[in-house]
């Protein structure tokens, strides 16, 4: 089995055929691939958190699921064995490396739009186990894993159907590189310009104190929907850098955090009470950030294009943000950092 003939069956792209031919050269996994049947799975999907209709479209999907093109074409299993390999390669990934993953939202066999979810779940038990070697509460390993099923939500919310577009985010926490923790995620990474992540120069770091240079441990922290309370907030952050050496052997002195919640705009238009502003004010901003519309427009309203013109206007952030927009004024993704207790 090749990569072309797998791409040529599904209607894939040259850019997924480069990742699988990449994958295919890669070492066998110490543990062969095996996705677990129905019942044996029942355990991983619980630990997905998956939503109800999300969770009996994919269990009807199942390996060898009767009526089901009578189970599976071996160009699937080619592309979940392919995507299995690249989590075990990628288990021990060093800090400040990023791998891309293929995003199959616009296939039209839905095994393959979720071809991803069955890589993770036969993952699962390696991960539980290397957590544990880690001495990561399983508690900590499972809430993670929780966020498998919002990644799902969210394709669903965005797309109309079931399928997984962010597999490349979910993918970090098999990679060692995305922790639940409390009330925010975390993600062990070095201080830099990475993407639409912004540090400051050598200079301009040296002159703020160490641990702040470029290249220096830090730890980014990710905001789960509706993740905002002060309280829980402050929480995370405290459990945070403890987590982060003693589980993880990262000594960072600041957390970082690019989102379009640190536009400081949002200040202006949702005032003192909102959980946006308490947020955004423990932070020090690094620069002016770049164009955000397209994070807002995915986050508040769930369209994965900017479409003022057909976007609701139910809620006071909606308002906000539509009335910012046709004002002529954009909306920005800000990179800033604390430093952590």
Do not use: K
Not at 119 to 129: G, N, S
Not at 152 to 175: H, K
Not at 265 to 291: K, M
Not at 321 to 339: D, I, K, Q
Request: glycine share 10%.
């Amino acid at each position: 089995m090749d990569s072309a003939r797998v791409v040529d069956r599904f209607g894939l792209d040259a850019g997924v055929r480069e990742w699988l031919e990449a994958c295919e050269g890669l070492p066998e996994p110490e543990v062969g691939l095996r996705v677990p049947s129905r019942a044996e799975a029942a355990e991983v999907l619980d630990m997905f958190v998956l939503a109800e209709d999300d969770r009996a479209e994919l269990e009807a999907l199942w390996p060898g699921t009767p009526g089901v093109d009578g189970g599976w074409p071996e160009e699937l299993w080619h592309l979940v064995g392919c995507m299995y390999r690249r989590l075990w390669a990628d288990a021990d990934l060093p800090v400040g490396v990023w791998r891309p993953w293929p995003t199959l939202v616009e296939a039209e066999d839905a095994r393959v739009r979720v071809a991803s979810l069955w890589a993770f779940v036969a993952m699962v038990p390696e991960q539980l186990r290397r957590h544990a070697l880690r001495g990561i509460d399983r508690s900590v390993t499972v809430a993670s894993l929780a966020d498998v099923g919002v990644q799902v939500r969210r394709s669903r919310w965005l797309f109309g159907r079931l399928s997984v577009e962010t597999a490349a985010w979910v993918a970090a926490q098999f990679r060692g590189r995305l922790f639940w923790v409390g009330g925010l995620q975390l993600e062990p990474a070095l201080l830099g310009d990475q993407g639409p992540v912004r540090w400051y120069s050598e200079e301009e770091a040296a002159a703020m104190g160490a641990g702040l240079a470029p290249g220096d441990p830090v730890l980014r922290l990710h905001i789960p929907s509706g993740g905002l309370d002060p309280d829980a907030v402050s929480e995370a952050l405290a459990l945070a850098g403890p987590f982060a050496r003693e589980q993880l052997g990262v000594d960072a002195r600041v957390a970082t955090c690019t989102s379009w919640l640190l536009d400081p705009w949002w200040e202006r238009a949702l005032g003192e009470g909102s959980n946006i502003v308490r947020f955004q004010r423990r932070f020090t901003l690094v620069d002016e950030g770049a164009p955000g519309e397209g994070d807002v427009f995915r986050f508040v309203f769930g369209m994965p294009r900017v479409e003022v013109e057909r976007a609701p206007r139910r809620t006071r952030l909606e308002r906000a943000a539509l009335e910012r927009l046709e004002s002529g004024a954009g909306l920005r993704v800000c990179t800033g950092w604390l430093r952590l207790p």
